[in-house]
């Protein structure tokens, strides 16, 4: 009785164990690499310049896209927010400067002045961390995780769910992906799709 | 009956309610006028649905662009500042001008560039527009919203009593469709049919018009749908105006077809409604016949949507009260053209729809078996000729031919006689499947050897599929007269401020063309024919190190000169 008893319960932890695993493969479990680029003070970033992270805020934006612009006061409130819990907003633009004027280095440096920018920016000129990442459009936000010393990506989508009007917002994704990891909780969105303008990809 | 009169208050306050929120007020766009037009082509966005917005293109705008109101006449001057992300091109649809100036898939806009083309208005009164002509890339930019009406005026039409307040009993209609996807952007364009209808950018429109004449100019803005139009009570309309101008006498007519590109004229009498009464423009698109773009009966899928095969609201028309000076009747005539007949045509064409074969492996729909090439001239006019073209689809779908430079008359039809609803000048016609439509038209005007003018179908998915072919029209008395040598130019001053001049060594020589590159190969500005009295207005220039290339007019042969802004 004991035994069968203890069998059963065995059984629905193993299945139970069994969902967990296949769901968090569909979940799509990416491990991303660090990077080494220029940030708008001029001085070289990567990960691993920040020992105490727990975790980051990646967000691919850039300096023309009429939607990545609606989002800068957002985030610098994110690494407001988060930067003093272990979780720092790093954004890159790799933005094709041969397209678009506008998204070139100095351009960036602009930006990051006038809009005071308390993250860094950073030039990923030649496109590699924007297809280490498959970041699709600007802005397009990742929240990646150390786990056993390697970078895992827990959210990969939009920022929130509304662009033009902050006041409209319903789901703050990323916020929210960022409060269950720091909580310790598995988070609920994992996956949204990112609204702005297509990155063009130099081939 | 307290219970009764709450029921009723109910009632009463939820169709208040249902009525507010299924209809969003009518987009009228703004107007610019004069002979300087400026427009900034933009990526940016604007909300459609609840939750997110849409990204969207707009010129001047969020979505879709100003409507220029033309005086038949000037020479109007346009700067065209592309702030996108992407090349692009504008099409002055319906306007008769030199083929540098077309805006056609050879004149291609880079990001961040200026082009300044101008011409004389020589088209008549009528509704004509714009929107950009990419080569594979006209479906994705005009799904984003870009693109506008043209309103040409003249003194004929300015003589005759018609509705022409714009805004109040003179309204622009561009009716289109989109599909969303679930973050509210736009789909494009695997499905030729959107499943939400819009008028000028606007869902759901609903537009307070006054009691009486009113006259709208309607566009049909769509990927591939046709229309089907009426109101919702059948009662007759008069159409007054084709494509490219007034026709001579006002059509009474229940319905009016318009296919992609098309445009109509017609004044509505709202005279006998009350105030605060509403009528409907529906397209009645149930049971058309096959071809007829969106008929096909499915829902979902490629070639399905919502709104196929089925009558459907275009816009919900609110009676108000009559304005001074209200037009409350229909000229019996309107204008005195002169059309064009077959006796006049001294060279005949025939184009004939082939391929269209469906499925993988499939062909897309061409001309003559003949896709699209950027390079090849498919057809050669001289100037000055009348020619007669036959369009010939014996095909498997529905077709919306247009040709450029010129406004013609469709002389005969084979799948019924020309109706005098198409009677008049036109430059998009409805080709439906086993039918033969003629043409005749005059190549006035302007040759040029180099740039072509296009001829297509305007269902944009068949236009970037390849169903497009070029044709030139060259001055018979010029061809081949490249023997003389290009003159030779200078820049000054040298290192230059604002200004920048050039000047010819030969005084008879013109310019065909500049651009101005800076040192990364980013075009600056484009100028077919610039006038350079006044020089070149580079003052917002970054200093740096910048080159001019001139093309020569009579050789078309391009020089380059280096030039230095402080």
């Known amino acids: 009785m004991n035994r069968s008893i203890f069998s059963t319960v065995c059984a629905v932890v193993l299945t139970a164990a069994a969902v967990f695993a296949s769901s968090f493969t ?54 407001d927010q988060y930067k003093k819990l272990g979780v720092p907003v790093i954004a890159i633009s790799s933005s094709d400067t041969v397209l678009y004027d506008e998204d070139s280095y100095p351009k960036m440096v602009e930006k990051a002045r006038e809009e005071h920018f308390n993250f860094p920016y950073l030039y990923d000129n030649q496109q590699t961390a924007v297809r280490n990442f498959g970041a699709q459009k600007t802005p397009h936000a990742f929240v990646v995780w150390k786990e056993n010393g390697k970078w895992v990506v827990k959210y990969n989508g939009a920022i929130d769910d509304n662009g ?40 | 009956m307290k219970l009764k009169h709450l029921i009723a208050i109910v009632l009463f306050s939820v169709a208040g309610y249902n009525s507010f929120a299924q209809y969003n007020n009518l987009v009228i766009p703004d107007t610019i006028s004069g002979t300087t037009f ?30 220029l109101l033309f ?13 996108m992300n992407d090349s692009t091109t504008v099409h002055w649809h319906g306007m ?6 077309d805006g056609g898939p050879h004149q291609i806009i880079p990001p961040g560039t200026v082009w300044q083309p101008y011409w004389l208005v020589t088209n008549q009164a009528a509704t004509y527009w714009y929107h950009p002509h ?97 109101f919702s009570d059948n009662r007759s309309f008069y159409i007054i105006a084709n494509d490219g101008g007034l026709l001579n006498a006002p059509v009474s007519a229940t319905r009016i077809k318009l296919l992609v590109g098309e445009r109509a004229e017609i004044m509505v009498d709202l005279g006998g409604d009350a105030v605060g009464s509403s009528i409907d423009l529906v397209a009645y698109n149930a049971g058309q016949e096959f071809g007829f773009g969106g008929g096909e009966p499915s829902a979902t899928g490629n070639f399905g949507s919502l709104l196929n095969n089925r ?82 689809n014996n095909n498997v779908f529905g077709h919306a031919f247009h040709i450029h430079d010129v406004e013609f008359k469709i002389v005969s039809r084979s799948s019924h006689p020309v109706g005098a609803y198409e009677g008049g000048w036109k430059d998009v016609f409805y080709l439906q499947v086993n039918d033969t439509v ?29 169903m497009m072919q070029q044709f030139v029209v060259v001055d018979a008395t010029g061809v081949g007269n490249t023997e003389k040598p290009s003159g030779d130019f200078n820049l000054y001053p040298n290192p230059a401020g604002n200004k920048l001049n050039i000047s010819l060594t030969d005084p008879a020589m013109q310019v065909y063309y500049i651009t101005i590159t800076n040192s990364q190969g980013r075009t600056m500005c484009m100028l077919p024919r610039p006038q350079l009295g006044n020089g070149i207005d580079i003052s917002a220039y970054a200093p740096g190190v910048y080159f001019l290339q001139l093309t020569d007019e009579k050789t078309k042969q391009s020089m380059i000169k280096k030039f230095v802004k402080e």
Request: aromatic residues 10%.
């Open chain 2, 38 to 67: 400026n427009l900034n082509l933009k990526d940016t966005f604007k909300q459609f649905l609840p939750g997110n917005q849409t990204v969207t293109g707009g010129i001047n705008s969020d979505f879709w662009g100003p409507t």
């Open chain 2, 96 to 101: 008769h001008l030199p083929a540098v100036m």
């Open chain 1, 164 to 203: 033009a009007d902050p006041s409209k917002v319903s789901h703050r994704y990323v916020a929210d992906a960022v409060d269950a990891l720091l909580a310790g909780k598995e988070v609920a969105a994992r996956k949204t799709r990112s609204i702005g303008c297509q990155i063009n990809l130099r081939k």
């Open chain 2, 311 to 392: 009558n459907f609201n275009v816009l919900h028309i609110n009676v108000g009260a009559t304005t001074a000076g209200a037009i409350t009747s229909v000229p019996a005539t309107l204008a005195s053209n002169t059309y064009l007949t077959t006796a006049d045509a001294t060279v005949s064409r025939t184009v004939t729809v082939t391929d269209g074969t469906p499925g993988p492996g499939g062909l897309p729909f061409q001309f003559d078996h003949t896709l699209y090439n950027f390079d090849t001239i498919n057809k050669t006019v001289v100037l000055g000729t009348t020619e007669k073209w036959t369009v010939i």
């Open chain 2, 438 to 466: 003629t043409f005749v038209a005059k190549f006035n005007d302007y040759a040029d050897p180099i740039h072509p003018f296009m001829y297509h179908c305007h269902f944009a998915p068949h236009e970037d599929g390849g």
């Open chain 1, 26 to 79: 569909v979940a799509d479990n990416k491990v991303v690499s660090d990077f080494k680029l220029k940030n708008v003070d001029g001085k070289l970033v990567s990960l691993k310049d920040f020992p105490d992270a727990k975790g980051f805020i990646i967000v691919f934006t850039c300096n023309h896209c009429p939607f990545a612009k609606l989002y800068p006061p957002r985030l610098n409130a994110l690494n």
């Open chain 2, 134 to 230: 990419l080569h594979q890339m006209a479906e994705q930019q005009m799904t984003t919203g870009l693109g506008g009406f043209i309103i040409v005026r003249d003194a004929e039409e300015a003589a005759l009593a018609l509705p022409r307040t714009y805004g109040v009993d003179d309204i622009p209609l561009a009716l289109t469709s989109r599909n969303f996807d679930a973050t509210n952007a736009f789909l494009c364009c695997t499905r030729a049919y959107g499943d939400t209808g819009m008028v000028n950018g606007t869902l759901h429109p609903q537009v307070t018009l006054p009691k009486q004449y009113v006259r709208l100019r309607i566009l049909n803005a769509e990927m591939e749908r046709g229309y089907n139009l009426g």
């Open chain 2, 71 to 83: 005086n038949k006449g000037d020479t109007v001057h346009m700067n065209v500042h592309s702030y």
